[in-house]
């Protein structure tokens, strides 16, 4: 099947610990962390807690380093960790990922659940605004990532290699 001989590798790995009053976007980059089932360690996406329950089925967001440059082009100034994602990753294309196809990540195996909807927390980004918010989230649409369940938890490190596994 198409991708599953193709290999990708983490370009940045990104997490926010719970701040009062803060939202979690953007988040900000490490060079390595745990996966576990509930999701990244020392992460917090108050959406995910708060509104639906700590869904595992939205324990990690991934995001191809490809959207980010395509945004870059179209004018739009997106850095790694920006739209919320946990895993940047580069090599293997956003239209591959699709749910209940699985990715390994390192030693941590993600299974693919669905993409992830913009929400108006990306009006936070300095660059976008309540003023441009509403075209960023037209143009983010099935371009935010890709949100996993955790089926094999490990530790994750910036340079990892990233493939789908075989179907």
């Known amino acids: 099947m198409a991708g599953e001989d193709r290999n990708g590798t983490v370009v940045q790995l990104n997490r926010k610990p719970e701040v009062h009053g803060e939202h979690g976007l953007p988040k900000i980059p490490v060079p390595t962390f745990r996966v576990l089932r509930s999701g990244v360690e020392g992460d917090f996406n108050r959406y995910r807690t708060e509104?639906?329950?700590r869904d595992p089925d939205m324990a990690v967001l991934?995001?191809?380093f490809e959207v980010i440059s395509a945004l870059n082009r179209e004018g739009w100034p997106v850095r790694p960790g920006d739209l919320g994602e946990n895993?940047?990753?580069s090599g293997l294309?956003?239209?591959e990922?699709?749910?209940s196809r699985k990715v390994r990540v390192g030693s941590v195996v993600l299974e693919v659940s669905k993409p992830c909807t913009p929400c108006d927390n990306l009006f936070l980004l300095p660059y976008i605004g309540t003023s441009r918010g509403p075209e960023f989230l037209r143009t983010t649409l099935g371009r935010r990532g890709w949100y996993c369940r955790v089926v094999e938890e490990g530790v994750v490190r910036t340079g990892d290699p990233?493939?789908?596994e075989p179907e």
Request: no cysteine.
């Open 162 to 164: 990233v493939r789908f």
């Open 97 to 99: 990922f699709r749910p």
């Open 93 to 95: 294309p956003n239209d």
């Open 51 to 53: 509104e639906k329950h």
């Open 62 to 64: 991934l995001l191809p």
């Open 87 to 89: 895993l940047t990753t």
